[in-house]
């Protein structure tokens, strides 16, 4: 896992060092989720990776009954991760990373719970590993890892210690 890791920290130095204009005029969420993932597509030859994508092969992909993530199409049923790097065709999914702004005010327990539901083994579209980061317009401020269903507290402090190393954690 910690060489897709070290991907995904390539591509954030990557998104820091040509994306300051959209950091330093505060665009949207999307704007930067899409950016990055132009960054993470670099880093991942042999992989598809898209924004928002919610099927594996012909199924749609839908949480378990009961979850508390709300989602934004019509049934609010639907999972949208918000970067995945995966095998569309076969279907192989690699890694899901959900990406929040630091002025987002929403409670962060919507993107945890959206990583462990995604990364479950026992579902039918688990994810190898989520990465959940925070940016801020200087660095990230939030990193996290998980992987079967549950946060990896030390993937999770490898991975935040790494990205220090690189400049882009300050903690």
Known sequence: MQTELNKVITALHEFYARETFLLEKDLGERTLTHRLAVHVESQFPGWEVDC?????????????HGT????????????????????????NNLLALEVRKSGNHQPVEHDQHKLRALTDPHLWF???????VTLGKKQVTTA????????????????????KEAGLRAE
């Open 68 to 91: 508390i993530v709300s989602t934004d199409d019509h049934l609010g049923k639907s999972v949208y991760p918000d970067i995945v790097v995966h095998q569309r065709a076969i279907p």
């Open 52 to 64: 928002d994508y919610d099927r594996l092969g012909d199924r749609t992909l839908r949480l378990p």
């Open 144 to 163: 996290e890892v998980y992987a079967s269903g549950v946060k990896d507290e030390a993937l999770s402090n490898w991975f935040a210690g790494r990205l």
């Open 126 to 132: 688990a994810y190898w590993i989520g990465v959940f």
